[in-house]
Nanobody, 114 residues
Framework: QVQLVESGGGLVQPGGSLSLSCVAS????????MNWYRQAPGNQRELVAG???????TYADSVKGRFTISRDNAKRTVYLRMNNLKPEDTAVYYC????????WGQGTQVTVSS
């Protein structure tokens, strides 16, 4: 069973930046994707960004050019750098691992407000 632990959420003003981290409890082998999802109140959970074991990245249109996903295999960590944050980015952000299983972190709150 893989455990994922997110950190780095918080309150930031519009136009500001935050970095999220997600640490996996074990090294992941084989094909996989690490993803960041978010869910705002009253909305469905949506994919924000993903990165595969082959380093292919994908982004939601709403965050392209502002968010960057990256990973450090040695640290078993995936990152989400978020720049030029907007109030509509406010949500709980979840880390997700998809390999032969589907694993989720507990989520971290990101609030963008003046």
């Amino acid at each position: 069973q893989v455990q994922l632990v997110e950190s780095g959420g918080g309150l930031v003003q519009p136009g500001g930046s935050l970095s999220l981290s997600c640490v996996a409890s074990v090294h992941i082998v084989g094909p996989y994707s690490m993803n960041w999802y978010r869910q705002a109140p009253g909305n469905q959970r949506e994919l924000v960004a993903g990165i595969t074991s082959g380093d292919t990245t994908t982004y939601a249109d709403s965050v392209k050019g502002r968010f960057t996903i990256s990973r450090d295999n040695a640290k078993r960590t995936v990152y989400l750098r978020m720049n030029n944050l907007k109030p509509e980015d406010t949500a709980v952000y979840y880390c997700n691992l998809k390999d032969i299983g589907d694993y989720w972190g507990q989520g971290t709150q990101v609030t963008v407000s003046s």
